[in-house]
């Protein structure tokens, strides 16, 4: 069964210093690998997401994702963190066999102090 | 464009009562999920609809859930007889269609407290 975890329950930067969000995933076969952002109070809304190809995916909102695959490994950057960042962000991995279930990791609070 | 759009926003109910949760997908998108969101937790599939198949239901955590989709659209999910432990941040999500690599666009959600 697929699974991701993403170790860091909170992740506290200064505004301005660089982000890194941790995400290693479980998965039989080549994964479809996505991030979503949660800002307080709303929906889920989609960073960027991996296929196939260049293992560096850009996003919006300046992030970026590096597909590992020896470290089964996504991690979310960004190279200058701005308040407005502040949110819950989740790491999901995408279904196998048909079932076009995604699963998700528990998510990572980013707090950005000015 | 309209998004997700889900109803109420918030709903405060008694233990023992039935609520019906409501989620209008965007236009023409053919698959529906929701998601159930606790506090501290990420997110738990409950039940998935794509198109006229019949939904995947594997992830209800009970025979007090169900859910149904009216003419592929707005679907409602329904919980019988509250528990104190149904209290949570219900999500709808939908996509254009049904592979495994399609972005889920996701409502606001419904905030439930059961007191």
């Known amino acids: 069964a697929q699974s991701v975890t993403q170790p860091d329950i909170h992740i506290t930067v200064s505004e301005g210093a660089s982000l890194e969000l941790r995400c290693n995933y479980s998965y039989g076969a080549t994964p479809y690998l996505f991030w979503y952002v949660q800002s307080p109070g709303q929906g889920l809304q989609l960073l960027l997401k991996y296929f196939s190809g260049d293992t560096l995916v850009q996003g919006i909102k300046g992030f970026e994702a590096e597909f590992k695959r020896s470290q089964s490994s996504f991690n979310l950057r960004k190279p200058s963190v701005h308040w407005s960042d502040a949110a819950e962000y989740f790491c999901?991995?995408?279904?196998?066999?048909?079932?076009?279930?995604?699963?998700f990791g528990r998510g990572t609070s980013l707090i950005v102090h000015p | 464009g309209a998004g997700v759009s889900q109803s109420p926003s918030n709903k405060v109910t008694e233990k023992g009562k039935d609520v019906e949760l409501r989620c209008d997908p965007i236009?023409?998108?053919?698959?529906l999920y929701w998601y159930r969101q606790s506090l501290g937790q990420g997110l738990e599939f409950l039940i998935y609809?794509?198109?006229?198949?019949?939904?995947?239901k594997s992830g209800l955590p009970s025979d007090r859930f169900s859910a149904e989709r009216t003419g592929g659209s707005v679907s409602t999910l329904t919980i019988q007889r509250t528990q104190q432990e149904d209290s949570a941040v219900y999500l709808c999500a939908s996509t254009v269609g049904a592979g495994d690599t399609d972005t889920q666009y996701f409502g606001p959600g419904t905030r439930l407290t059961v007191l």
């Open positions: 999901a991995v995408g279904s196998s066999g048909g079932s076009y279930i995604p699963t």
């Open positions: 609809f794509q198109g006229n198949s019949a939904p995947d």
């Open positions: 236009s023409g998108h053919t698959a």
